[in-house]
């Protein structure tokens, strides 16, 4: 009997609370992670193609449905487009020889990161809950971006660590960041996402004193363009006074 008490006590809480999630805009800091699909453009567009990143964020909704975060990406991806950086390095089939006189295997790849300073409205919908709905965001940051290269076993003497920044076009820069979606936190705080679409334009500066494919400075100044889709996970951190229960 006691048992059957104990979870009528802890459903009927639970209850109330989901009922007070639904009805009520509740302040709280929220703590994000997400992943995009993202287009280079603008003047990037020639240099890489689609890339991946993974963000993390963490912010604070107050008692308006209005989002105040600090957001952080990673970009990843081998779609690297802009092989010039080491076309002196290959022979005439594509290949770079090694310190062995053997062909090498290589790779490049888009790396990069994005920090900003996000604010947001949620619009909310009715349903299911005043928390969710329409999501509008807009922020301010940094960028930089370069181009990595690994070799195979690091056979490359051109392409050891100490020279890898004479290739890597390093990239510095201020962004702007749209970004226009939904998102859905459920009664039970189980489901919490979001998915939208993703603008962020970077007005940047090349960060090099020299490369060596173009035997001088990159100090090439930019307007690089991201387009794509994002995803999130959101963890809402709720925190609620414990009732108190009486019984025989």
Known sequence: MNRIISFLIIFSINTSW???????????????????????????????GLNSNIGFSIGWRNSKN??????YNFIHSQNVKNTSVINHLMNSQGWIINQNGAENLYVLYHRGGLLSLDLGKIINTAKPNVNSGLIIKSGIGIMYYKIRIENQDNLVPQLTKKYLKYYDRLTFGFLLKQYFGYQ?????????????????????????????????PYRDKRIDIYMGIRAGWIFPILRKEPDEFYYN
């Open 18 to 48: 989901g009922q007070q999630y639904k009805d009520s805009i509740l302040p709280c800091p929220l703590i994000e992670f997400s992943l995009a699909l993202q287009s280079a453009n603008g003047d990037f567009r020639d240099d890489f």
């Open 66 to 71: 209005q989002i105040l975060g600090v957001n």
């Open 184 to 216: 859905y936190m459920s009664s039970n705080k189980l489901v919490n996402f979001n998915i939208g679409i993703e603008f962020i334009e970077g007005f940047n500066r090349g960060m090099r004193d020299y490369q060596i494919d173009l035997m001088g």
